[in-house]
């Protein structure tokens, strides 16, 4: 998907009793992201981190769960997503995780953790969250501790935390003008879990705790808060980013069948195109999210997932141009850009391909798709240790350390020492000599 870019990001922890490998998947969309960012700006605004100071990111993951791992990134499990109900719900589970960072909480743990600046310190410290959230598998990386339960130390919040958590959250929503109720109809997703098995539970409790007393408190908090309108406009991004992510992570007929359920009809078009791009339905596709085009003219982003479903369909110069036009009405899109590059190499243009794909990297490093196209753009016009720079950045963020460090070396033999590419693949050789 322009949503299922997947974007793997393999477990970089030492766990002595944990052999095996496992990743953690990004999904990537344009139209998501920035839906998500609309419904979490106000919350971030109120916490004073700034609107775009935080960055939300979604992770391929049924299981209900959210977390942070540094003070720029909070990431939400797809299932979570899926499985609430408004806007004011997901800005509970928002305005919960930033207060995480406001507070402090994250940082006093990390303090020894590599930041999340480059591709592979992402990945570092997204391994240690899915060593704390409970994953079965962890494949070789920094050694912050000895055993699962280490890792649980440092990613569990103390219940003192959570009710501070939960007390900062209530007001971050009241002040940013939302209905605080979300917060209690999060909590009561979870009510009855702390009574089973470690096993049985969601991710979420075993990283936040949950007790009757935060419930009553909660219920105290907005006590005196009810009433409060639903954000109309906040109420349709959610339905844009749950709509799109439903009907690319459910059967198609699912989707087909649940249109009416969008929200609006620009909605509907856009998962109705989805649905039958994935049947292989070009011109039922196209002519859904046309009429979603109709409804929103010039709307960059479902230019995008036109762009995509074109691509896809191997019409590659029509790709090209709608991408262009999506490219234009979004110039600082990087994935928006990234699918532009794509086009590009698709149709033999690696000149123009690489234009696109620069810009795209300068502006998201997350992106193993958008790696590995560069990577592509340079080797087709001949700057083969720029090639190796990209190659081992993408490694370094699926950790394959060892790929990883090949490909650094290669790039550092052929690049003006202190170069600012050399310095990148410098950076990526310090983080597979960490891993080893």
């Not at 979604?58 to 979570?80: C, E, K, M």
């Not at 899926?82 to 006093?108: C, F, K």
């Not at 170069?419 to 960490?434: H, N």
């Amino acid at each position: 998907m322009s949503l299922l870019r997947l974007l793997p990001l393999v477990v970089l922890l030492v766990l002595s009793t944990l052999p095996a490998r496992a990743a953690t998947v990004l999904l990537r969309d344009a139209d998501m992201e920035r839906a998500l960012q609309q419904i979490a700006a106000p919350i971030l605004s109120a916490a004073g981190l700034g609107s775009s100071g935080v960055k939300i990111m979604v992770i391929d993951n049924g299981s209900l769960n959210a977390f942070v791992t540094d003070p720029r990134h909070i990431f939400l499990h797809s299932g979570l997503i899926m499985r609430l109900g408004s806007a004011r719900e997901l800005q509970a589970v928002i305005a919960h995780e930033a207060a995480h960072i406001a507070n402090g909480h994250i940082t006093r743990r990390m303090s020894n953790v590599r930041n999340a600046s480059t591709a592979a310190g992402l990945g570092m410290l997204l391994s240690v969250a899915a060593a704390a959230a409970g994953s079965t598998d962890a494949a070789a990386g920094i050694a912050i501790g000895s055993n699962s339960a280490a890792m649980r130390r440092l990613f569990s919040h103390t219940r003192a935390e959570e009710a501070a958590a939960d007390a900062a959250s209530v007001r971050y929503m009241l002040r940013a003008g939302a209905d605080p109720v979300g917060a209690k109809e999060v909590l009561d997703l979870f009510r009855g879990q702390e009574a089973l098995s470690l096993g049985r539970q969601d991710p979420y409790m075993r990283t936040h705790p949950l007790t009757r007393d935060r419930l009553r408190a909660v219920e105290g908090m907005i006590a005196g808060h009810t009433g409060i309108p639903e954000d109309a406009t906040a109420n349709y991004w959610f339905q844009r980013a749950s709509g799109k992510l439903s009907a690319f992570k459910r059967a198609p007929d699912w989707t087909l069948r649940r249109l009416d359920a969008s929200g609006s009809r620009d909605i509907a078009l856009m998962r109705e195109a989805v649905a039958w791009h994935r049947q292989s339905n070009l011109s039922k596709a196209l002519r859904a999210i046309d009429g979603a085009l109709a409804i929103r003219p010039g709307d960059a982003y479902f230019l995008d997932l036109k762009g995509q479903i074109l691509l896809e369909s191997r019409q590659f110069g029509a790709a090209v141009q709608v991408y262009q036009a999506a490219a234009a009405r979004a110039p600082r899109e990087p994935l928006i850009l990234g699918g532009l590059g794509r086009a590009h190499l698709a149709a033999g243009n690696p000149k123009g391909a690489l234009q696109a794909l620069e810009q795209a990297r300068a502006r998201d490093f997350r992106d193993a798709r958008i790696l590995r196209d560069l990577a592509v753009a340079y080797a087709q016009t001949g700057q083969l240790a720029m090639a190796s720079v990209v190659t081992a950045e993408r490694y370094a963020l699926m950790g394959r350390m060892k790929d990883a460090e090949l490909h650094a070396k290669r790039a550092l033999g052929a690049l003006p020492r202190g170069s600012s590419a050399w310095q990148r693949a410098d950076d990526v050789l310090i983080a597979a000599k960490r891993a080893k």
